[in-house]
């Protein structure tokens, strides 16, 4: 199994795919419940997005506007076929549209692009903004 770290607030994930993603939301929830300052991140395949626990994650964190960050990482392949198969847009990020919170796609290549986007999307979840979803590919 995958352990966690207490001490760095990391969390052991499951290995059914997209399933951490409502323990995260539910954190965050927790988190807010003791108004601590604290953001969650939580990263995942594209092929978890056609799962419901992530529709799930996704709708409560937005209704509840939660200090969430969810990281798509893209590679093309959604857990057994190619992400064609399994999405309909292959743009996941405008997925969080839908649940009214942001989104953006980065270049997950480029390091500082990246760092930008989660710096961003942290800052956003700080000032109480909400979550965001980006997908890095």
């Not at 323990?23 to 997005?49: N, S």
């Not at 939660?66 to 857990?79: Q, R």
């Not at 064609?84 to 692009?113: K, T």
Request: hydrophobic share 45%; charged share 20%.
């Amino acid at each position: 199994g995958c352990s966690g770290y207490n001490a760095r607030h990391i969390a052991s994930v499951s290995q059914v795919v997209a399933s951490w993603l409502p323990k995260a939301a539910g954190m965050a929830y927790a988190a807010k419940l003791r108004e601590e300052d604290a953001v969650f991140v939580c990263t995942f395949g594209d092929g978890a997005t056609s799962e419901g626990d992530f529709h799930e994650a996704l709708n409560f964190a937005a209704i509840h506007k939660l200090a969430c960050v969810f990281v798509i990482e893209n590679n093309g392949y959604a857990i057994s076929v190619p992400l064609r198969l399994q999405a309909g847009n292959p743009d996941l990020y405008r997925r969080a549209a839908g649940y009214g919170m942001a989104g953006a796609v980065v270049d997950g290549s480029d390091v500082p692009a990246a760092y930008a986007a989660c710096k961003e999307a942290v800052e956003r979840a700080r000032r109480g903004e909400g979550p965001t979803l980006l997908e890095a590919r």
